[in-house]
Every structure is written in C-alpha cells, then in structure tokens.
C-alpha cells in the first residue's frame, strides 16, 4: 500500500506540477543539470522588498518523474520561507534523502522521497533541485 501511495504522488507531481513556468519578476534564477541521467532544472525566484524571503518559486525541466516531482515539492515547501530557513531545508532534505534522519511536521510529505536513499544514483535525481536551489539562494 505504502509503494502505491509513493508512486501515486510521485507521478501527480510529475504530470501536473502546481509550480512549473518562471516567476514574473525574476529576480533569482539557476540551472541544475545532471549529465548522467539528463535531468535538467531551471529554477526562478521571486523575493519579497528586502531579499530575505522567497515570495515565490516556479521551475521549468526535463527529466525522470523523481526529479521534476522533487522539484515540484520542493517549490511547494519553500515558498513564503525566509532564505535562510530555505537553505536550512535544503539541508534537511539532503540528509533525509540519504537515510540520515526524518523530516518534521509541516515537512513531514517530503519524506516520501526518503526510500530513495536506497538507490545511490537516484537520490541525484530527487537532490537536483534542491542544490540548484541552494545556487540560487547563495549567488546574488
């Protein structure tokens, strides 16, 4: 039940991505690339007056359903956050995905991703936005 429940959110994400297009302004943007599989993410940010928080975040890719599904969670869990608590969670989701801990409430629906630590070569997939996020954030 629990693998069907996975792959269920996995392709909805991946299909009809609630944040998928560029954010009008842009005033951050990054792409990620994984050359091993082709997944690609062009993330763009819009940031509040003072640039301390991501007001939104839209992104546009190609690849795997694990890839454009985290990429698609990932942009429903960051927006409205500080930039600093945003790359705390890029943090935080990188050692879920490993198997090193366990995501807390209101992140708890991220650790669907966490049987992926499993699959080495996979976890760059679910990984790619998250670091071209973490790009984003630390480059003006």
Not at 110 to 121: D, G, K
Request: aromatic share 4%; glycine share 6%; net charge positive.
């Amino acid at each position: 039940m629990e693998r069907q429940r996975y792959q269920q959110i996995i392709l909805s994400h991946a299909r009809k991505p609630q944040h998928k297009g560029k954010t009008n302004p842009i005033h951050r943007q990054n792409q990620g690339e994984n050359p091993y599989c082709g997944d690609k993410v062009d993330l763009t940010l819009m940031l509040d007056e003072t640039e301390t928080k991501i007001e939104d975040i839209k992104f546009e890719g190609t690849g795997c359903a694990l890839c454009l599904a985290s990429a698609d969670l990932m942009a429903g869990a960051v927006k409205g956050k500080d930039i600093s608590k945003a790359l705390l969670m890029v943090e935080n989701f990188r050692e879920m995905v490993m198997g090193e801990s366990t995501l807390k409430p209101p992140l708890e629906k991220l650790n669907i991703m966490q049987s992926v630590s499993q699959f080495p070569t996979r976890v760059k997939c679910v990984t790619l936005a998250w670091h071209t996020l973490k790009g984003a954030l630390i480059t003006k």
